[in-house]
T-cell receptor, first 114, second 115 residues
């Protein structure tokens, strides 16, 4: 069975500071892993995905994530936060190529302080 | 050009009513989904259709009935609405169910409020 845990429901950083959002997963097979971002009153948008190619995955808006099998982690980072990064971030895991079988984490709210 | 569009964006209705939410995607995707996001932002799959065929049907009350007239459309009809149905409902699509294409493309959401 697959599961995902996002550590920290709320993360607050200053503008220009490093962003680190944590995600740990559990999967019985090599997983597909995703990060989505949800801006207020909008749908989810894919930031990046891991599909068993390179372990360091680069996404949109300067975000990247590293797949670490030994730690069962897929943490999301961005070197320098912008005010526009304030949003809800969801990590998701799937053992299947059907997106409907993804399990989403509970989400992390990122606040960026000026 | 909106990729996944759903209407209406907001829906306020009384308990016991029947309502529908429409969804259309112009991405040429084979698979479409309905998700429910509750007030705590927990996101849960409800249904998945692949080429108009139901392939995922999670534990959802049978008051919820999806209908897919063609692979570009997946509508959600809800009968006898209850207070607990209040949530944001997202339609999504994905390229297919084969290969490394498991990401979903989401609509803007429909905020359903039952009073």
């Amino acid at each position: 069975a697959q599961s995902v845990t996002q550590l920290g429901s709320h993360v607050s950083v200053s503008e220009g500071a490093l962003v680190l959002l944590r995600c740990n997963y559990s999967s019985s097979v090599p997983p597909y892993l995703f990060w989505y971002v949800q801006y207020p009153n909008q749908g989810l948008q894919l930031l990046l995905k891991y599909t068993s190619a390179a372990t360091l995955v680069k996404g949109i808006n300067g975000f990247e994530a590293e797949f670490k099998k030994s730690e069962t982690s897929f943490h999301l980072t961005k070197p320098s936060a912008h005010m526009s990064d304030a949003a809800e971030y969801f990590c998701a895991v799937s053992e299947d190529t059907n997106a409907g079988k993804s399990t989403f984490g509970d989400g992390t709210t990122l606040t960026v302080k000026p | 050009d909106t990729a996944v569009s759903q209407t209406p964006k907001y829906l306020v209705t009384q308990m016991g009513n029947d309502k529908s939410i429409k969804c259309e995607q112009n991405l040429g995707h084979d698979t479409m989904y309905w998700y429910k996001q509750d007030s705590k932002k927990f996101l849960k799959i409800m249904f998945s259709y692949n080429n108009k065929e139901l392939i995922i049907n999670e534990t959802v009350p049978n008051r919820f009935s999806p209908k897919s007239p063609d692979k570009a459309h997946l509508n959600l009809h809800i009968n006898s609405l209850e207070l607990g149905d209040s949530a944001v409902y997202f339609c999504a699509s994905s390229p297919g169910t084969t290969g490394a294409r498991a990401e979903a493309f989401f609509g803007q959401g429909t905020r359903l409020t039952v009073v």
